[in-house]
């Protein structure tokens, strides 16, 4: 039984579809919904110290729009939603939040990156389901 739910949302396409199935999942479960997106990317970890500051914020108020945007989703599906906004890689960040909200199941989108990205960063995804200690749904 799925009593809490926990979509990594990131402000792409893929993510969209994948948090629009985690309301899904919790419509029909009557579980708990939370959505997280994490302040970090490429242009975070390779900016010159003096650009470091403005290019979070950006970045920040990037996802805050995402956040607010599957806010507006859920509230029209009538869907309770808690959303988080962290700060640092995204895999870390949404492991540590799924294991202090005793989260079941993790819902996550997979999308292509370049290979510079893909290095860097790795994917997000495929770190989820190798590390995560509940079921994983990628959506793709």
């Known amino acids: 039984m799925t009593r809490c739910i926990l979509a990594g ?37 390779m900016a ?8 979070t914020e950006r970045v920040r108020r990037r996802m805050q729009s995402s956040l ?31 294991a202090r909200l005793g989260v079941d199941h993790i819902v996550v989108g997979h999308r292509s990156k370049g290979l510079f990205e893909r290095l860097l960063m790795g994917s997000v995804a495929k770190r989820v389901v190798d590390f995560a200690r509940c079921s994983v749904t990628v959506v793709r």
């Open 48 to 55: 010159e110290p003096q650009d470091l500051a403005a290019l």
């Open 68 to 98: 607010g945007q599957i806010e507006a989703i859920a509230t029209e599906a009538q869907v309770e939603l808690s959303v988080h906004l962290l700060e640092g890689h995204p895999v870390e960040e949404l492991l540590a939040l799924a």
């Open 9 to 45: 949302v990131d402000g792409s396409e893929q993510s969209a579809k994948a948090f629009r199935f985690a309301l899904e999942l919790a419509r029909s479960s009557g579980a708990q919904l939370h959505a997280c997106a994490a302040v970090y990317g490429a242009e975070i970890e």
